[in-house]
């Protein structure tokens, strides 16, 4: 299992950001992540119009260090 690591901050503030972790069912690498990736967070950010996707990387859970 591969995580998403969005960091977003709300529309309305834009100093106001936080990391939100979101489980990405992929049994590939952090780098097939990068690539199918960016469909997954559109729909997101889609479905969170206070929102805005400042960054985004994979990483494996609970590994911090490891990401793309």
Known sequence: M???V??????TAASSCED???????????????????PYIAAWAQDH????VMRWRCA?????GAKI
Do not use: H, N, Y
């Open 2 to 4: 591969i995580e998403l």
């Open 6 to 11: 969005l960091t977003v901050c709300a529309m």
């Open 20 to 38: 939100k972790r979101l489980p990405f069912d992929s049994e590939e690498s952090l780098l097939q992540c990068a690539f199918q990736a960016p």
């Open 49 to 52: 119009p206070e929102l805005k």
């Open 60 to 64: 494996v859970p609970g590994a911090d």
